[in-house]
């Protein structure tokens, strides 16, 4: 056994343990609030292909690097990690995450729910035995799982039986589940204390570096946040930003506590709301974002807060989902028409005496709050800006977001490079690039003028691209000739025919302008299947 020897500071290296957990292991931890991910302003860093590439390797046995654990107390709080939320009570041995949060967030976005916020879903695919990285708005193949039905034989089970794969693909469903649920990944535990803390700082800062990792000064700033209460708004903020959606602001938080709490729309936040209910209506709070952001970004297609038309609309989403956490198929469905119809009239805009209303055709009635939202909307300014040609460009207004939105839809890949058709990061892109996306040609000033891609020389481009790969980004063939011929305006004007058809087209069917709204026997009769 080897000998003890002590730091200057007081932690004797006998005190250091390592242990090996399974990911089962690690999720059972999470749930029951034994994981602790200290509130600070980071976001969650990893990309889709970072989240991919880490089931990758737990499928090919790969090393996934050693988590860095803090062992201490902890207080009963909120406790978010990846899409998981829930309120915990205080634990004496819990592990703060010191270093291993984009693993273990990754972990708990994939396994734990099937919400993944606005990152890509990732699925095993059964026949290339791969994991892959999955559209947000398209239902994927039959024989590709959703990661989290792996983390539970139970759900596994009536995954296959649901679906009648071949006895091939049960076999590898079963063996792929078994190596994810009992892949162990090393841990140093290190006692947390008021003594220690210099320590932890010491050893996280040798362990990172790497561009991705914390600052060593951010150690002590995340460990020392939570064993204090921060500010509520703050502190939402900060959980969602582990979502990929972005940073909302401070006002679209003060507005959703509004909304949840069962306050008038015109009030203020501070004159309304007791110190003593601020825990309980925060958590509400928190727990609907979450689900107001899915469905942003999974059922609406905004791939950022950026790019979200009116932001005011949040406050509205966040009481439907408090009240309503489990929307019914066909409500998400309506609840999108809503969404595209406020947007296009210009409802969704800030204004007190309109959001009033909103909150108040929300209640306990599933179907009749949906019906009743549905029924405050314009229809006819909805079918003028249908109608509407390509707005000139300003990525301010709410039109320009919407046809920001409209193009994101059409999943662009990469143009240029190796990575040359596969699928953009839009998200990744709109948060660290400024100005994205950027004008290839200087036409009229319209969306026609710009690609949803990284900034690149128009002599990078080559002929011959794949069909897919131009159809995800409007373009075809001559398109791409006139682009790379420095015909500028046969491009732009080309363009801008095409995109017009296909914006109108798309919002016409996203808005639902052609379909009926109320269909309350059928729904009555889901609802009394799901009951049964």
């Given at each position: 056994?080897?000998?003890?020897?002590?730091?200057?500071?007081?932690?004797?290296?006998?005190?250091?343990?390592?242990k090996?957990h399974?990911?089962?292991?690690?999720?059972?931890?999470?749930?029951?609030?034994?994981?602790?991910?200290?509130?600070?302003?980071?976001?969650?860093?990893?990309?889709?292909?970072d989240?991919?590439l880490?089931?990758?390797?737990?499928?090919?046995?790969?090393?996934?690097?050693?988590?860095?654990l803090?062992?201490?107390?902890?207080?009963a709080?909120?406790?978010?990690?990846?899409g998981?939320?829930?309120?915990?009570g205080?634990?004496?041995?819990?592990?703060?995450?010191?270093?291993?949060?984009?693993?273990?967030?990754?972990?708990?976005?994939?396994?734990?729910?099937?919400?993944?916020?606005?990152?890509?879903?990732?699925?095993?695919?059964?026949?290339?035995?791969?994991?892959?990285?999955?559209a947000?708005?398209?239902?994927?193949?039959?024989?590709?799982?959703?990661?989290?039905?792996?983390?539970?034989?139970?759900?596994?089970?009536?995954?296959?039986?649901?679906?009648?794969l071949?006895?091939?693909f049960?076999?590898?469903?079963?063996?792929?589940?078994?190596?994810?649920?009992?892949?162990?990944?090393?841990?140093y535990?290190?006692?947390?204390?008021?003594?220690?803390?210099?320590?932890?700082?010491?050893?996280?800062?040798?362990m990172?570096?790497?561009s991705?990792?914390?600052?060593?000064?951010?150690?002590?700033?995340?460990?020392?946040a939570?064993?204090?209460?921060?500010?509520?708004i703050?502190r939402?903020?900060?959980?969602?930003t582990?979502?990929?959606?972005?940073?909302?602001?401070?006002?679209?938080?003060?507005?959703?506590?509004?909304a949840?709490?069962?306050?008038?729309?015109?009030?203020?936040?501070?004159?309304v709301?007791?110190?003593?209910?601020?825990?309980?209506?925060?958590s509400?709070?928190?727990?609907?974002?979450?689900r107001?952001?899915?469905?942003?970004?999974?059922?609406?297609?905004?791939?950022?807060?950026d790019w979200?038309?009116y932001?005011?609309?949040?406050?509205t989403?966040?009481?439907?989902?408090?009240?309503?956490?489990?929307?019914?198929?066909?409500?998400?469905?309506?609840?999108?028409?809503?969404?595209?119809?406020?947007?296009?009239?210009?409802?969704?805009?800030?204004?007190?005496?309109t959001?009033?209303?909103?909150w108040?055709?929300?209640?306990?009635?599933?179907?009749g709050?949906?019906?009743?939202l549905?029924?405050?909307g314009?229809?006819?300014?909805?079918?003028?800006?249908?109608?509407?040609?390509?707005?000139?460009?300003?990525?301010?207004?709410?039109?320009?977001?919407?046809?920001?939105?409209?193009?994101?839809a059409?999943?662009?890949?990469?143009?240029?490079?190796e990575?040359?058709?596969?699928?953009?990061?839009?998200?990744?892109?709109?948060?660290?690039?400024?100005?994205?996306?950027?004008?290839v040609?200087?036409?009229?000033?319209?969306?026609?003028d710009?690609?949803?891609?990284?900034?690149?020389d128009?002599?990078e481009?080559?002929?011959?691209q794949?069909a897919?790969t131009?159809?995800s980004?409007?373009?075809?063939?001559?398109?791409?000739?006139?682009?790379?011929?420095g015909?500028?305006?046969?491009?732009?004007?080309c363009r801008?025919?095409?995109?017009?058809r296909?914006?109108?087209?798309?919002?016409?069917?996203?808005?639902?302008?052609?379909?009926?709204?109320?269909?309350?026997?059928?729904?009555?009769?889901?609802?009394?299947?799901?009951?049964?």
């Amino acid at each position: 056994m080897s000998s003890t020897n002590r730091t200057a500071d007081g932690l004797s290296t006998s005190a250091l343990e390592t242990k090996t957990h399974s990911v089962a292991k690690l999720l059972e931890f999470i749930r029951a609030g034994k994981v602790r991910i200290p509130y600070f302003q980071r976001r969650f860093r990893w990309h889709d292909e970072d989240r991919r590439l880490l089931f990758d390797s737990l499928q090919k046995g790969f090393p996934v690097g050693t988590l860095l654990l803090a062992q201490g107390a902890a207080p009963a709080e909120r406790v978010v990690l990846g899409g998981f939320t829930a309120d915990v009570g205080e634990v004496n041995d819990a592990l703060w995450v010191v270093d291993g949060q984009q693993r273990l967030s990754t972990l708990a976005m994939a396994l734990i729910d099937e919400h993944s916020g606005a990152y890509r879903p990732i699925y095993f695919d059964l026949e290339a035995n791969a994991f892959v990285l999955g559209a947000r708005r398209r239902a994927p193949p039959p024989h590709w799982v959703p990661t989290h039905v792996l983390a539970s034989s139970a759900l596994l089970n009536k995954w296959l039986r649901e679906r009648a794969l071949p006895d091939e693909f049960s076999d590898r469903a079963d063996q792929i589940a078994g190596q994810l649920r009992e892949y162990l990944l090393p841990a140093y535990i290190v006692p947390f204390n008021d003594k220690t803390e210099d320590v932890v700082k010491v050893m996280f800062a040798r362990m990172n570096r790497n561009s991705r990792a914390l600052r060593t000064d951010e150690v002590f700033e995340a460990l020392h946040a939570t064993r204090e209460e921060g500010k509520p708004i703050e502190r939402v903020r900060a959980e969602l930003t582990q979502m990929g959606f972005g940073e909302l602001e401070g006002k679209q938080i003060e507005r959703a506590a509004l909304a949840v709490a069962g306050k008038p729309s015109s009030a203020k936040l501070v004159d309304v709301l007791s110190a003593a209910e601020v825990p309980a209506v925060f958590s509400r709070v928190s727990q609907a974002l979450v689900r107001t952001v899915e469905f942003l970004a999974r059922d609406c297609g905004v791939p950022h807060v950026d790019w979200l038309p009116y932001g005011n609309v949040v406050s509205t989403l966040a009481k439907l989902f408090d009240a309503h956490p489990k929307l019914h198929d066909r409500n998400r469905a309506l609840m999108v028409r809503w969404f595209w119809r406020g947007n296009l009239s210009g409802d969704h805009r800030l204004d007190y005496k309109t959001d009033q209303p909103k909150w108040q055709a929300i209640d306990d009635d599933q179907h009749g709050t949906i019906q009743r939202l549905l029924k405050l909307g314009n229809r006819a300014d909805v079918d003028e800006a249908l109608a509407a040609p390509l707005q000139p460009f300003n990525r301010r207004t709410a039109r320009t977001k919407i046809e920001l939105v409209a193009l994101a839809a059409l999943e662009p890949r990469w143009l240029t490079g190796e990575d040359r058709g596969e699928p953009l990061e839009l998200g990744t892109l709109i948060e660290k690039q400024d100005h994205f996306p950027g004008a290839v040609v200087q036409g009229k000033g319209t969306i026609a003028d710009y690609l949803l891609h990284p900034k690149f020389d128009v002599g990078e481009l080559s002929a011959g691209q794949n069909a897919a790969t131009l159809e995800s980004h409007c373009l075809d063939d001559a398109m791409l000739a006139a682009l790379i011929a420095g015909h500028s305006e046969a491009f732009e004007a080309c363009r801008a025919r095409a995109l017009t058809r296909y914006v109108q087209t798309t919002l016409r069917a996203w808005a639902g302008v052609d379909d009926a709204d109320h269909d309350r026997p059928p729904l009555d009769a889901y609802f009394d299947e799901e009951s049964a």
